[in-house]
């Protein structure tokens, strides 16, 4: 069965604190992954999809990268408007094409 | 914006009820995705729509039914309802059959069931 899990589940960090979230799948024909950010109340917001191992993109201060078996979203000197959950999704084989996501982690950044 | 309208917004109904759930994709956007969140299973897939045909269908419960409509916007409707179908609903689209790195949620539309 496809999984994606997250973590942690929550994160506090103090303002410029650098950290990493991570997002570990288990998936039949990884098609891509997708992280979003969510903040409360409101729909999920795209920030970027990786498709094969090695692969980085960055934006101001987000940068996701992907592995075989997981992503990383890294984020650099955090500000409190960074802070939302950000959710991982992979669209896989088997799922045809839906996006499987996982729970979140919600990141708290205070100045 | 994403560019995705849902509506209603929120929603208060009885347990047994049954409520409509409305959304129009973006401009050009012929996909259409149905999702569920709740506090304890995360952003849940139900069903998608692709230029008025069903295309993929995730854990939609049997009460649970949708369509898309010629001019592409899409319903869902829910019946039978019970306390555990509070959630948020979101609806998502995209422009072909595959999410691709385009695919844009709704506001979504708070369900609360009394």
């Known amino acids: 069965e496809d999984q994606v899990t997250q973590s942690p589940e929550a994160l506090r960090l103090q303002e410029g604190e650098s950290s990493s979230l991570n997002c570990s799948y288990t998936v039949s024909g990884l098609r891509g992954l997708f992280w979003y950010r969510q903040d409360p109340g409101k729909g999920p917001e795209f920030l970027f999809t990786l498709y094969s191992a090695g692969e980085e993109k960055e934006k101001e201060r987000l940068k996701a990268t992907l592995t075989k078996k997981e992503s990383f979203l890294h984020i650099t000197a955090p500000k409190p408007e960074d802070s939302a959950t950000y959710l991982c999704?992979?669209?896989?084989?088997?799922?045809?094409?839906?996006?499987?996501f996982g729970k979140g982690t919600t990141l708290s950044v205070s100045s | 914006d994403s560019g995705v309208t849902q509506t209603p917004k929120h929603l208060i109904t009885a347990t047994g009820q049954r409520v409509t759930l409305r959304c129009s994709p973006r401009?050009?956007?012929?996909?259409v995705y149905w999702y569920q969140q709740s506090l304890d299973q995360g952003l849940q897939f139900l069903i998608q729509y692709y230029n008025g045909e069903e295309r993929a269908k995730g854990n939609i419960l049997e009460r649970f039914s949708a369509q898309q409509f010629p001019d592409l916007h899409s319903e869902l409707n829910l019946s039978s309802l019970e306390l555990g179908d509070s959630a948020l609903y979101f609806c998502?689209?995209?422009?072909?059959?595959?999410?691709?790195?385009?695919?844009?949620f709704g506001e979504g539309s708070w369900l609360t069931v009394v």
């Open positions: 401009s050009g956007d012929l996909s």
């Open positions: 999704a992979v669209q896989a084989g088997q799922a045809g094409t839906a996006l499987i």
């Open positions: 998502a689209s995209s422009p072909g059959p595959v999410p691709g790195n385009t695919i844009y």
